[in-house]
């Protein structure tokens, strides 16, 4: 069965998106089969993967892009994958094993006067769509903006784990505070909307720290972070066995440059790739061979 796993922060800006690109690339490079779902209209996900050029035609018409599966009888989430999304400049395929659901600018649409079918809101729509093809996939990973409005409670909602990227500074942390806060309001108010095939409503399983700068000590945030989460736990709010990630990523250059390169940092330089070396790279496959290890 699929591992349904949604990283979100109430905090934007600490590197959701790249976190979750590099782990997707990193788990397909494991040969895992992995589906990304980009749930922020700002598309950063889907821009950075697709390129811009093949992103553009997307967003141009909306035909292939996730909005289209909230209007009735438009498509399905079945339709609209795109399979081993990465491609190089001849169209041959980078990395199989890697699909993608697009998002274009008119996922915005879903936010302000979206009707639908008034009886069933966006996520149980979506939810029902990806049970569909779930069996598919080890791996199905949701980007989401740092809210829980329509788009990402679909994410929240089908997901079985939730990771929060962190930065550490006192922002991550109020981030991560309310995030706790608004998930128990959105569970309790979904729960008739679930299923007892869908198993438990997704708790917070781990911190990922990010971006941190060479030499810089992070002993300080990352021990009042582990204080909350002490907190949290004791109240039952987060999962029992959650945790800050050993493995974190570094300030790396070549993370910004990655994305103007469309492709995820594992694939950006093979000097980088090398395994075992001591760079961003191994950072973030370190990271997901620690999400790997957090279903164990
Ligand atoms: N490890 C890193 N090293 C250097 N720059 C990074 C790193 N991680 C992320 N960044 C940069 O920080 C910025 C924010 O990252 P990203 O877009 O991944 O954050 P986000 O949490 O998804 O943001 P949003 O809340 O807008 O969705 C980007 O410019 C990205 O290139
Ligand atoms: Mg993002």
Redesign the pocket.
């Known amino acids: 069965m699929a591992r349904k796993i949604a990283?979100i922060?109430y905090?934007?800006?600490?590197?959701?998106?790249?976190?979750?690109?590099n782990i997707a690339a990193s788990l397909a490079m494991l040969g895992k089969r992995v589906l990304l779902c980009d749930f922020?209209t700002?598309s950063?996900?889907s821009i950075w993967l697709l390129k811009l050029e093949r992103w553009n035609k997307i967003n141009a018409t909306g035909e292939g892009a996730l909005f289209s599966i909230f209007e009735p009888g438009v498509a399905q989430l079945k339709d609209i994958i795109i399979p081993d999304v990465i491609e190089g400049k001849a169209g041959e395929k980078l990395l199989p094993g890697l699909d993608l659901i697009p998002t274009t600018f008119n996922l915005v649409d879903l936010e302000g006067d979206y009707v639908g079918d008034p009886t069933r809101p966006a996520y149980a729509i979506f939810q029902s769509q990806l049970a569909a093809i779930e069996s598919k996939y080890d791996y199905i990973l949701f980007?989401?903006?740092?809210n829980i409005l329509r788009a990402s409670q679909c994410g929240i909602f089908s997901a079985n784990e939730i990771y929060v990227?962190a930065n550490p500074d006192a922002l991550s942390l109020i981030g991560f505070t309310l995030l706790v806060e608004k998930l128990q309001k959105f569970h309790s108010l979904a729960a008739s909307f679930r299923t007892a095939s869908m198993g438990n409503a997704a708790h917070v399983k781990g911190i990922i720290f990010?971006?941190?700068k060479t030499g810089s000590d992070i002993e300080v945030p990352k021990m009042r972070m582990q204080l909350r989460l002490n907190q949290f736990k004791s109240a039952k709010r987060v999962g029992p066995t959650a945790k800050i990630f050993e493995a974190q990523?570094?300030?790396?250059?070549?993370?910004?440059r990655?994305?103007t390169l469309g492709l995820p940092v594992v694939l950006v330089s093979q000097d980088q790739a090398q395994e075992g070396q001591d760079n961003?790279v191994n950072?973030y496959r370190k990271v997901a061979a620690e999400l790997v290890r957090q279903q164990e």
């Open positions: 990283f922060n905090k934007g800006g600490v590197g959701k998106t790249s976190l979750i690109v922020d700002q950063n996900a980007d989401c903006p740092p990227p990010n971006s941190i990523v570094r300030d790396a250059m070549i993370v910004r990655a994305v961003v950072d």
